[in-house]
């Protein structure tokens, strides 16, 4: 039988976790599906990442709303897929706070990739009706922005660390707790999705950045919260050598004449044994080995994702 396309098998409710990471400082996570996060300024929430569809963002608040009432003044998005921003008219602010490349691929792509990404995660798409059109930030940024918490509650600094999961990804820093929340540059026991990624400059100099924040508590995009250095530097390391691994294996099939295809069962040979039971994991490797392999072509920057294009890779790279 063949294997069924992306995630669109995958119905199943996962359960929410609900972590107060410090005091004002939460992270719901669930079972390998997309975390969001929210922090307390003295008199306001910032949230970070709105989920796919109003829908879904309205039971996150929900969940928050037992323990905090204070308005929502910003939201911010870590990059420009669908199911991390289409949810955004549910937080009821007009702060919506992103890269500036960001924005800049929501208006170049932002239409395709929510058709491809309902196609492949019919799940996280609750009640798409909801849905009122894209998002757009209201907020761009190049390098770094700061919010004043207020009070003694410090700063909530936004960074971009380089080009990785997308062009355009942000994080989200809280010195004082040393709390990174990471988005999808940063995967904690879960898969990566590289089909819009720079791989080489993910696997190093990005990852080098975000490294260098002395997190104690990381929260990345998918997957448990690492608490403690040791469990936050082997969410990096495990991320790093997710991409390393991916790199030599399709230079490897390149070098001796290979096919995407000879590509894709090398990589997933060398990576099934760590990573194979782990979320997303048989999703998301067809799409980041044809993205891997155009980039070691000289393809710059990604290909659209459409859903047509979505299921020839799909239907191409099946035994």
């Known amino acids: 039988m063949p294997r069924p396309f992306a995630s669109s098998a995958d119905l199943s409710d996962k359960t929410q976790t609900l972590e107060i990471l410090a005091e004002g400082v939460y992270a ?3 079972e390998g599906d997309p975390n969001v ?18 829908a879904a963002a309205r039971d996150w608040l929900t969940v928050l709303r037992a323990h905090t009432d204070k308005p929502i003044r910003h939201l911010v998005l870590s990059h420009y897929h669908a199911v991390r921003t289409l949810g955004a008219s549910a937080f009821g602010t007009s702060s919506i706070i992103a890269h500036d490349r960001t924005r800049a691929l929501i208006a170049e792509r932002g239409k395709q990739d929510w058709e491809s990404e309902f196609g492949r995660m019919p799940r996280l798409f609750k009640d798409p009706a909801t849905i009122p059109g894209l998002t757009w930030p209201t907020v761009t940024f190049s390098r770094t922005l700061s919010i004043d918490l207020g009070g003694d509650r410090g700063e909530l600094d936004l960074a971009y660390c380089g080009r990785g999961h997308t062009e355009g990804d942000i994080v989200a820093w809280l010195p004082r707790q040393r709390i990174l929340f990471a988005g999808d540059l940063v995967e904690t026991q879960a898969a990566l999705y590289t089909g819009d990624a720079f791989h080489r400059e993910w696997a190093s100099g990005t990852l080098d950045h975000i490294a260098g ?3 104690e508590t990381l929260v990345g995009g998918r997957g448990v919260v690492a608490h403690g250095r040791d469990k936050v530097r ?11 691994v991916m790199i030599r294996e399709v230079q490897a099939v390149r070098d001796r004449g290979g096919t995407l295809k000879d590509a894709f069962h090398a990589v997933h040979a060398a990576l099934a044994p760590d990573y194979g039971g782990w979320p997303i994991f048989e ?5 980041d080995v044809s993205r891997l392999w155009d980039e070691l072509d000289g393809i710059e920057r990604p290909r659209i994702w459409t859903a047509e294009r979505d299921r020839q890779v799909w239907s191409e790279l099946q035994d």
């Open 213 to 215: 924040f002395p997190a």
């Open 28 to 30: 719901l996570t669930a």
């Open 283 to 287: 999703h998301c490797l067809p799409f």
């Open 234 to 244: 082997a969410a990096i390391a495990q991320t790093r050598e997710f991409l390393t």
């Open 37 to 54: 996060g929210a922090i307390e300024g003295e008199d306001f929430l910032v949230c970070f990442e709105a989920l796919a569809t109003p």
